[in-house]
């Protein structure tokens, strides 16, 4: 895989989840009243995608071009 492209995965797999907490998709579920697993849907709904960026970030981390080369000093 080439750098170009891995930034551009990258860059677009850590936009997802920004604009899902972001207005104006998060005000769809800025509620206080359905509950998941005790926490009120926004706090969950936030918390979920902090787990899904980390889950993303892990996986960008394994296919990272640059990871195995040496430093050259």
Do not use: C, H
Request: no cysteine.
């Amino acid at each position: 895989m080439t750098k170009q492209k891995f930034v551009k995965i990258y860059s677009l797999s850590l936009l997802v989840p920004f604009l899902l907490m972001v207005y104006p998709l998060f005000s769809l579920g800025n509620r206080a009243t359905p509950f998941v697993f005790g926490l009120p849907f926004s706090i969950f709904w936030v918390i979920f995608w902090i787990i899904i960026t980390f889950i993303i970030v892990l996986f960008l981390y394994r296919i990272d071009p640059d990871k195995d080369e040496e430093e050259v000093n």
